[in-house]
T-cell receptor, first 112, second 110 residues
């Protein structure tokens, strides 16, 4: 158990819908990262927050957004969902921006 | 060409064998990570290294910065080591942003 929690574990929804994925980092970690793992693209970095502020952005679509709240939990919002958004979404946390990252169990999103 | 290349893509070994997984990268890095992904999907960080060698139990990771190459070794392999092993790098100047290899599927047979 990494100490990072993600909810929900599984999510099935329809095209065009909007969903919110939630992540709680390990106690004491200030950085939260979001990753997408799809069959055709592998693991890709989406976005990073540090102590509530966005610090780095990767291959995140405009339809996706994220935020980190004062209690350091983070949410990833996915809107206007398409079939291709079906993937595993992982959250990871670390103490700072240059430390080992600890991964949550992931949320499996299926868009029908 | 991917910035991070792993070999082999698939590896089958007999229990007890010594295993090596290789990772080559083409960019300057601040650190290299080895991750393990279990069949259920969960990802575990095995090592984060920027030079030399690290050992944890039966796992050893080495990195050669000049050659832009890293290896993950498993000694006395066991069926429970069966998983996907993923190499990832933190490029210099964007250390926060991991770039991942495509992974090596390891199967250890009893």
């Amino acid at each position: 158990d990494s100490g990072v929690t993600q909810t929900p574990k599984h999510l099935i929804t329809a095209t065009g819908q909007r969903v919110t994925l939630r992540c709680s980092p390990r106690s004491g970690d200030l950085s939260v990262y979001w990753y997408q793992q799809s069959l055709d693209q592998g693991l890709q970095f989406l976005i990073q927050y540090y102590n509530g502020e966005e610090r780095a952005k990767g291959n995140i679509l405009e339809r996706f957004s994220a935020q980190q709240f004062p209690d350091l939990h983070s949410e990833l919002n996915l809107s206007s969902l398409e079939l291709g958004d079906s993937a595993l979404y992982f959250c990871a946390s670390s103490v700072g921006s240059y430390n080992e990252q600890f991964f949550g169990p992931g949320t499996r999103l299926t868009v029908l | 060409k991917n910035e991070v290349e792993q070999s082999p893509q698939n590896l089958t070994a007999q229990e007890g064998e010594f295993i090596t997984i290789n990772c080559s990268y083409s960019v300057g890095i601040s650190a290299l990570h080895w991750l393990q992904q279990h069949p259920g999907g969960g990802i575990v960080s095995l090592f984060m290294l920027s030079s030399g060698k690290k050992k944890h139990g039966r796992l050893i990771a080495t990195i050669n910065i000049q050659e832009k190459h890293s290896s993950l070794h498993i000694t006395a392999s066991h069926p429970r080591d069966s998983a996907v092993y993923i190499c990832a790098v933190s490029p210099s100047g964007s250390a926060r942003q991991l770039t991942f290899g495509s992974g090596t599927q390891l199967t250890v047979l009893p």
